[in-house]
Structures are given as structure tokens and as C-alpha cells.
């Protein structure tokens, strides 16, 4: 992969960076993001983290190979345990499902002190990283949505702040699921991805339905998430 043609999602999460930036990349993929940024920003830093051995290799040959050794510094370990207290300013975690993504949040929080942006682009369900939000008083401050190889990706970007403050009393839950910003100006792409989820939703309802024992309370669930859907793909 050439890093100065980095993925559509990739360059979506780069947009959320500052001039200046000195951030970690959590599973930093060859260390694509941490190398287009310093390219293009003299003033950037990084930390690209990496869990295993194979991976780590590739992003210290990537960052070896544009001579950005003295910016990137490339390291093993597992989560945020690569991160410093105080050390950097943003963290990004891309590329990986919500709940993993919570749990490397939840397991390093430790070293979240002086973080004042925290970049996520999770795979499959974001509930779980607004919530996670959520309880640790980050304030979920966008989200943005791209299609790319018949795949749609999320980036949710939340600071230090007031984490009730994007979301409506009465329809948090909602929000919740399917994310305040994209409920309060939907995007084409978006109503596709709802338009997929009714599909997939409307199919396990009726399996649910053909079962011997029905669970009453799956059912309701299942039926409340396809009516929040139809509501978005009908406005």
C-alpha cells in the first residue's frame, strides 16, 4: 500500500487530527496513518502500537522506509500500555469492532489523563464506544461516515466535556444505537448502512418468529430497532 494513498476511512480519521498533533495509533496497520500524517504535517508525532511481533516489524520497516524514525516511534505491546501518562495528546483506535475497541479504552484509562481527543473507527457496533463515552464523561463531539469497497465505516471523534450534551433525553437510546449526529443531518451513505441493518434486522425477527420458544423481550427489541431504521429511511 503507497501511504500517499491512503484509505478513504484512514483519511477520514486523519482529518481529525490537528495541526501539530502528537497522538498514538492503537493497532496501527504498517503504520500507514502515523506515516501520512508525519509526511504531511512537519510538526507531527507519533506512537504506532502494535500487539504482535509480525505487524510490528512491517510498521518499523514502513516508518524506516520514509525516514521518520526520529518522529514515529514504533512499539509492541498490547492496548495503551505502549502510551505513556501524559505522553500524547490524541489517541486513534481504528479498524477494529466497537466492544474491542471499549476494552482497550476501559483497560488503559489510566493513561488517558493529558488525552484531549480520543479517534475511533469502529467496524461493527458503536453503541459500545458511545457508551463508553458516555460513562467516562467524553463528550461525543462527531461522527462521520464513509463507503468504501461495499463497505460503510463509522469515525467517532469525543473529548473532555459534557457527555449528555449531543444526546435528547427521550430519545437517547436511539441515539445511542445509531449516533445523534448522523440522526440529526443523514447522509445518503448512512440511510444505505440503516437500509442494510432493516434488512438484517427484519430477517432475524423472522427467524425469531419460527423459533419453539419465542423470547418475548428479544422480540420487542428487535421490533422497536426495525421501527428506529424505518423511521430514518423514511424521512
Known amino acids: 500500500?503507497?501511504?500517499?494513498?491512503?484509505?478513504?476511512?484512514?483519511?477520514?480519521?486523519?482529518?481529525?487530527?490537528?495541526?501539530?498533533?502528537?497522538?498514538?495509533?492503537?493497532?496501527?496497520?504498517?503504520?500507514?496513518?502515523?506515516?501520512?500524517?508525519?509526511?504531511?504535517?512537519?510538526?507531527?508525532?507519533?506512537?504506532?502500537?502494535?500487539?504482535n511481533q509480525g505487524p510490528y516489524n512491517s510498521a518499523r520497516q514502513e516508518?524506516?522506509?520514509?525516514?521518520?524514525?526520529?518522529?514515529?516511534?514504533?512499539?509492541?505491546?498490547?492496548?495503551?500500555?505502549?502510551?505513556?501518562?501524559?505522553?500524547?495528546?490524541?489517541?486513534?483506535?481504528?479498524?477494529?469492532?466497537?466492544?474491542?475497541?471499549?476494552?482497550?479504552?476501559?483497560?488503559?484509562?489510566?493513561?488517558?489523563?493529558?488525552?484531549?481527543r480520543i479517534i475511533t473507527q469502529p467496524n461493527i457496533d458503536s453503541k459500545s464506544v458511545r457508551q463508553w463515552f458516555y460513562k467516562n464523561d467524553?463528550?461525543?463531539?462527531?461522527?462521520?461516515?464513509?463507503?468504501?469497497?461495499?463497505h460503510i465505516y463509522e469515525v467517532l471523534a469525543a473529548e473532555k466535556g459534557y457527555p449528555s450534551r449531543p444526546y435528547h433525553k427521550e430519545s437517547i437510546e436511539k441515539e445511542m444505537w445509531l449516533g445523534?449526529?448522523?440522526?440529526?443531518?443523514?447522509?445518503?451513505?448512512?440511510?444505505?448502512?440503516?437500509?442494510?441493518?432493516?434488512n438484517k434486522k427484519e430477517y432475524i425477527l423472522r427467524q425469531v418468529k419460527l423459533a419453539v420458544e419465542v423470547s418475548e423481550s428479544k422480540m420487542d427489541r428487535l421490533q422497536q430497532e426495525i421501527r428506529w431504521l424505518k423511521e430514518v429511511i423514511e424521512l
Not at 503507497?2 to 492503537?26: C, M, W
Not at 514515529?72 to 486513534?92: A, F, H, S, Y
Open 1 to 51: 500500500m503507497n501511504v500517499n494513498q491512503l484509505s478513504k476511512r484512514l483519511t477520514l480519521v486523519a482529518e481529525y487530527l490537528p495541526h501539530g498533533s502528537h497522538f498514538a495509533d492503537i493497532g496501527s496497520d504498517h503504520a500507514y496513518l502515523p506515516c501520512y500524517v508525519c509526511l504531511r504535517d512537519p510538526e507531527a508525532q507519533a506512537i504506532a502500537g502494535e500487539v
Open 63 to 116: 516508518v524506516e522506509k520514509h525516514e521518520l524514525q526520529d518522529r514515529i516511534d514504533v512499539r509492541l505491546g498490547n492496548g495503551l500500555e505502549v502510551v505513556q501518562k501524559d505522553e500524547v495528546d490524541q489517541i486513534v483506535i481504528a479498524g477494529m469492532g466497537g466492544p474491542l475497541i471499549r476494552d482497550i479504552l476501559e483497560e488503559g484509562k489510566d493513561r488517558l489523563t493529558s488525552v484531549e
Open 138 to 150: 467524553y463528550e461525543l463531539v462527531s461522527e462521520s461516515i464513509v463507503e468504501e469497497s461495499g
Open 180 to 198: 445523534p449526529f448522523f440522526l440529526a443531518s443523514p447522509s445518503e451513505t448512512f440511510i444505505q448502512k440503516c437500509q442494510e441493518e432493516l
